[in-house]
């Protein structure tokens, strides 16, 4: 049975016959659609009435045309309205592209989600989309009055931890496709997003001149992260445009030149490749001296995150850098960490791999590509999903940091960071990886002890060059609480019922525990990855209004 929502169409006056055409459809599939605002009496009720109709939706579809977008536009206003109830645009608003219509023009808002654009039909493609949505909503089912006095009880007679265990299971039950937080964790959540963007809007509005005190790695994450969140920050603008303010700078300086802090670069060494004869995707060749390998070497997962970045403001990646990924991608789908290293298997590590797919997944969403580039990102990332996905441990949803290595055990931050990307190709792109045996083994194997909010995994291990020599050893530490919180959220759906129930308990235990406003303070790198996990939880669920929830 497909869910009825009730739906507020934002368009332009000019297009008014195709949000009608939209609107009827809608209707007839059982929904509840206001468009016609245009038959509304001008004036403060007409605000009041407008604001009153948003704020009752559950959806807002927004027509976006060069009509649409200007500022001054009514539809600007909805759209601030809609900001106002939804800071996160996720399960809530869907631009539909209904005319060409530049992307620099598009509010930053709207691309915080994916635009959809239609190839044939927009009456009928927009209707089957609402019809697949899962739209959040925050009803619950008319037995929640029962099932509270019942649970209730239940904490009078036998004590409040079963009273716990039993309200988890219900809402478990009752809200299969969203986590149903209790509202005190609900609050919790949003207070810690807050105070995580707060502290990365401080360090981006002032950035130092030098990347001696930061490196692009870092400034690459909080502004992926603070992309999310839709805020503005003081000095910037509405958000940051990677074309014109110092950040642009910032990562410029480092695409042209050799980053003198922790090992990154950003540039594969074409020059070396080139005189020795080898094709783009051969390992760089013994050609750099030995004390400087590691120096000399480009950092493929912080290259990554500078991809990402650029795509997050809906920028063209720079040509050297997009390249740079494609080209050190294994035939088999893996990335290592370093240009230059061995081909062998051996070197494919898991964490890069993740966290290329993740920079070219976004880049295909919300960045400008050509052809050319569309269709060799879109290659790539099919292999290293189908890498990926035949790499977890036998029987489990958990991942070893390099997969082809007998030794060391599996990293719950890799394995969450992979669940996470897994759930997110599925979504936006439909490439199937056996999802609902992944969540269940997650879920199953899912303990309920909560990191530390700096709590890392390090593999250490050995990078060798094609010839044999040692490199040096991965020091690349993965975050435990940021992807725990991540892979848990996204086993959810498709985990029984009281796997759900467990992953409810543990998600509110860990964010009433965990408070990062001090303990990762001036850490942007990490901040950056706890916001992300944050704001994906909070796409992922609901707070249910009822006794029932606490």
């Known amino acids: 049975m497909r869910q009825r929502v009730k739906i507020f169409i934002s368009y332009a006056h000019e297009n008014r016959k195709q949000a009608a055409a939209l609107a009827l459809s809608l209707t007839q599939s059982g929904h509840k659609v206001f468009f016609d605002k245009e ?7 007409f605000d009041q009435r407008i604001q009153s109709e948003i704020g009752k939706s559950d959806l807002l579809i927004f027509l976006i045309t060069p009509q649409s977008v ?39 808002y709207l691309k915080g989600v994916t635009i959809m ?20 909503r925050k009803r619950l089912v008319s037995v929640a009055a029962v099932m509270s006095i019942f649970i209730l009880s239940i904490g009078v007679i036998w004590g409040p931890d079963l009273a716990r265990d039993t309200s988890a299971i219900w809402r478990a039950a009752a809200s299969p496709d969203s986590i149903p937080l209790n509202s005190r964790t609900d609050a919790q959540l949003q207070g810690q997003i807050d105070a995580l963007a707060g502290s990365l809007e401080v360090f981006l509005s002032n950035l130092p001149d030098t990347e001696e005190q930061n490196t692009p790695w870092e400034v690459a994450q909080a502004s992926v992260a603070l992309s999310k969140t839709n805020r503005q920050i003081a000095g910037a603008g509405p958000a940051y445009d990677l074309s014109k303010d110092h950040v642009a700078a910032f990562f410029g300086r480092n695409l042209r030149a050799l980053s003198r802090t922790n090992s990154t670069r950003f540039i594969v060494q074409k020059n070396a490749v080139n005189a020795a004869g080898l094709q783009p995707s051969d390992p760089v060749p013994h050609l750099v001296a030995l004390e400087s390998r590691i120096k000399e070497a480009a ?20 040509p050297e850098l997009f390249d740079f990924i494609i080209d050190m991608q294994h035939r088999e789908g893996w990335w290592p960490i370093y240009a230059g290293v061995d081909a062998d298997d051996d070197n494919a590590s898991a964490y890069v791999t993740v966290t290329a797919s993740w920079a070219l997944l976004e880049t295909l969403q919300n960045g400008r ?12 990332l099919e292999k290293a999903i189908q890498w990926i996905g035949d790499s977890n441990q036998r029987g489990s949803a958990l991942w070893r940091p390099y997969p082809e290595r007998s030794a060391g055990g599996p990293s719950i931050s890799v394995s969450g960071n992979a669940m996470f990307l897994l759930h997110e190709t599925n979504k936006r792109l439909g490439i199937p990886r056996s999802l609902e045996i992944r969540d269940r083994f997650w879920a199953r194997d899912l303990t309920m ?18 010839h044999g020599a040692l490199i040096g050893q991965d020091q690349t530490r993965y975050w435990l609480f940021p992807w725990k919180v991540a892979g848990s959220a996204a086993a959810y759906e498709n985990s029984t019922v009281f796997q759900r129930a467990k992953i409810i308990k543990w998600l509110e235990a860990a964010i009433e525990q965990h408070d990062p406003s001090e303990t990762v303070k001036d850490r942007q790198w990490l901040e950056a990855e706890i916001l992300l996990s944050l704001l994906y939880l909070q796409e992922k669920s609901i707070q249910l209004e009822s006794a ?3």
């Open 39 to 45: 038959d509304l009496p001008v004036g403060k009720t």
């Open 70 to 108: 200007p500022k001054g536009r009514y539809t600007r206003t909805e759209l601030g309205f809609a900001q106002q109830k939804w800071p996160n645009p996720n399960g809530r608003i869907l631009p539909v592209m209904a005319s060409p219509t530049p992307l620099d023009d598009i509010p930053i």
């Open 117 to 136: 654009d239609p190839k044939g039909s927009l009456v009928a493609e927009v209707s089957a989309a609402v019809g697949e949505m899962r739209v959040v």
């Open 299 to 318: 950092h493929v997962a912080s290259s990554s995150w500078v991809l990402m970045a650029h795509a997050a403001y809906g920028r063209a990646p720079p």
């Open 369 to 380: 590509l050509t052809p050319a580039q569309r269709t060799a990102a879109a290659n790539a």
């Open 449 to 466: 002890d909560v990191p530390d909010d700096d709590g890392y995994e390090q593999s250490q291990d050995k990078i060798l060059d094609p």
């Open 548 to 550: 029932a929830n606490e």
